[in-house]
């Protein structure tokens, strides 16, 4: 599969404890992207990198969320005090950077329940 | 914030076209216009993208008027697995913001 990767499919956490997820992306993609999907809305930008380097963090991303790319090849996203309202998809996307015409291609998502 | 505008919902008959509009009035002139779809606890899967002239591959076609203010993906013979939420999104340098999309709903 030469897809995007995501791990794990589903977590279930208690609040308050720290969550992180893992993204492959296409191994030839400079680009990784994270965004997060609540319940009948679009999925929102969070961050993202080219290659090892984090170019742009969305104002979402609070300072208890973290990512990071540490060789430019899979990504970890850390939730850390996890709070009810960090129940969401969180999907991530990779793309070859090459400009405006480069599309994404999106992962199958975690989703994250917090009780 | 998205720079788009799409209708909340929409219908079609399985086997006719369904034709999902969008506006996007405050492009730039290098901006691409992309369209996703969304199938329920699927992650969005690229339908098609274009710049000015209309394109058109296995899924779908893109339509884009001549002064890029709005565009049209058409699905020619919808089928029940067409339905979907569809993203219209103006493509920018760095990302792309999705607004709520069109939840396409396809009947027998």
């Known amino acids: 599969d030469t897809g995007v990767s995501q791990d794990p499919r589903h977590k279930i956490t208690k609040r308050g404890q720290n969550v992180t997820f893992r993204c492959d992306p296409i191994?030839?993609?400079?680009?990784l992207y994270w965004y997060r999907q609540t319940l009948g809305q679009g999925p929102e930008f969070l961050t993202y990198f080219q290659n090892e380097a984090q170019l742009e963090k969305s104002r979402l991303l609070s300072d208890r969320f973290s990512a990071e790319r540490p060789k430019g090849s899979f990504s970890t996203l850390e939730i850390q005090r996890t709070e009810q309202g960090d129940s969401a998809m969180y999907l991530c996307?990779?793309?070859?950077?090459?400009?405006?015409?480069?599309?994404?291609?999106f992962g199958s998502g975690t989703r994250l329940t917090v009780v | 914030d998205a720079k788009t505008t799409q209708p909340p919902s929409m219908d079609c008959a399985e086997g006719r076209a369904a034709n999902l509009p969008c506006n996007h009035s405050t492009i730039s002139g290098n901006e691409y216009v992309y369209w996703y779809r969304q199938i329920h606890s699927q992650g969005p899967q690229y339908i098609i993208h274009?710049?000015?002239n209309n394109e058109t591959n296995e899924m779908a076609s893109l339509i884009i008027t001549e002064d890029r203010k709005s565009s049209t993906l058409i699905l020619p013979h919808a089928t029940l697995r067409d339905t979907a939420v569809y993203y219209c999104?103006?493509?920018?340098?760095?990302?792309?913001?999705f607004g709520a999309g069109t939840r396409l709903t396809v009947k027998p």
């Open positions: 274009g710049l000015k």
């Open positions: 999104i103006v493509r920018g340098d760095n990302d792309m913001r």
């Open positions: 996307a990779s793309s070859l950077g090459l400009g405006r015409e480069s599309g994404y291609t």
């Open positions: 191994s030839e993609h400079n680009r």
